[in-house]
């Protein structure tokens, strides 16, 4: 359980964030400058509040009224900086070592070893951060921030600096350590694919304010939160299970509350609960469920609400059984159709849009 | 082949610059660090007075020090403690330490102005206190810096004439380096050829400290970019 309540201060910016969160994965997202890391720093103390007070797991690291305020040093938050900033006069080795070696024995819990193992740094280990690709910098970055044993980790937008590849990757190694390590984790990014693939719970950060914190799927779906959430990202997220897999199509059938998905084979096993990111703008409506058509997905849904009055493109709310979904369509269209609240309709997604990066794994 | 009493001059001079380098190389990181890391009310006049032995006089500055720490200021206080510095060797290395100390700090804050100091954050949340992250990163980052300053203020202290002479006088054996025992040897008539002879060492004391600290750094940079 994390909660934080503070007002900052750094130059002329101004932070006001109030959120709580329990969640495996909490991310803090929203655009560049819009906080999240002072908010970030001053979870680790390297930013003092103003005032207010952070709470992680019971434990007060920031009280202004109590007139607590904890060292960095004695926070024991592990702190994953988006470049990396590898020790560059130490080995790998070294590197991995500094934090385990001022962590007190009894409370180191998480076995060296086996972070080596999980994040694959075992032939890294003699080598100096200057050689290292900037893929390998964060593994170890994670690594080292990890191997002291930490209460709570704090990753900076630990993919930004990184081509598409090499953040599939990593995006890999923060599943399996959720999955393997059961530490909390906040994540702060401005990618929603990121988020919605990790996520569990979503902190909305907007010029130095939380703006609202809920479930990934809640929030997507708010229409007063769009403008913060990126135009051409707008859409829903659907929980879903892995009900079966098409071996000789390579697909993947998901059932979630309203119906069923088809989408390209994921890595799962049946049972296994994921999340799918559906863009808005991979959605389209029709009247009836068309015939002779290559659409993979036709479910039946009726319209919650068409948005915006102006512009040539809207969105419209739907709801697949209770779960929320977003298609964008221009307005000639939802005129021609008719949409209006109430109507039912056949939401089409084709299973191609929905790629590997779409669906994560909850 | 050289006479005992330059011999003599030579390891005087040598051991003078050294116990300046020595004495003064702590105090001008930590002034090096106030300067690059903190904002304190007072710094810039905390700035002019670490620079002032740079544009003063050498002979105000030893006339300074002889002041404060001659009989008639500080002298007789720090004797009853057994510190004595007017006509030792060991004024003429203070004098030294003072006139080099801009150049030291000069070089070392700049060291440590390239160092990032979120790398400092970083050690802080590994478990790193203050020290423990000014030990085990930005000192050694600054090295190569801080060597150049040692370096800078050893050549410094080797060449210093007018604070010393003010300061502690020319006594052979005891203050009498390099400088003031070539100024010595010009005054005397026939004393051209010391003189001279002087004058070749001080040149090759200077480069040899040059090569000792280029060798220092450069085995740094090189540990650095190879793998361990």
New interface residues.
Partial sequence: MLEVDVTARRGAFRLEARFAADAPIVALFGRSGSGKTTLVEAI???VTPQSGRIVVDGRVLFDRDRSIDL???E?????V?QDA?L???L?V??NLA??ER??PAAERFVDRARVIDLLGLAELL???P??LSGGERQRVAIG??LI?SPKILLMDEPLASLDTPRKAEILQYVELLRDELRLPIVYVSHAIEEVTRLADRLVLVSDGRTLAAGSVAELMARDDLKPHMGRFEAGGVIEARVARHDERYGLTVLAFAGGELVVPNVDALPGEPVRVRIRARDVAIALEPPRNASFQNVLAATVESVGGEFGAIVDVHLRVGPTPLVARITRQSAERLALAPGTPVHALIKAIAIDRRSVGFA | MLPAEEIGIVLLSLKVAAASVAASLPLAIGAAWLLARRDFPGKTLFDALVHLPLVVPPVVVGYMLLLALGHSGLGPALEKIGIVFAFRWTGAALAAAVMGFPLVVRAVRLAIDAVDPRLESAARTLGAGPWGAFFTLTLPLAWPGIVTGALLGFARALGEFGATITFVSSIPGETETLPLAIYGAIQVPGGDAQALRLSLLSVLLSLGALVVSEWLVRRHVRARHADA
Avoid: I
Avoid at chain 1, 75 to 79: A, I, M, N, P, Q
């Fill in positions: 680790a103390g390297l060292a960095p040093e926070r024991r938050v592990g702190y900086f900033l020790f560059p006069h080995s080795r070294a500094y934090g001022r962590t003699e080598r100096r200057a050689t080292r921030a002291a």
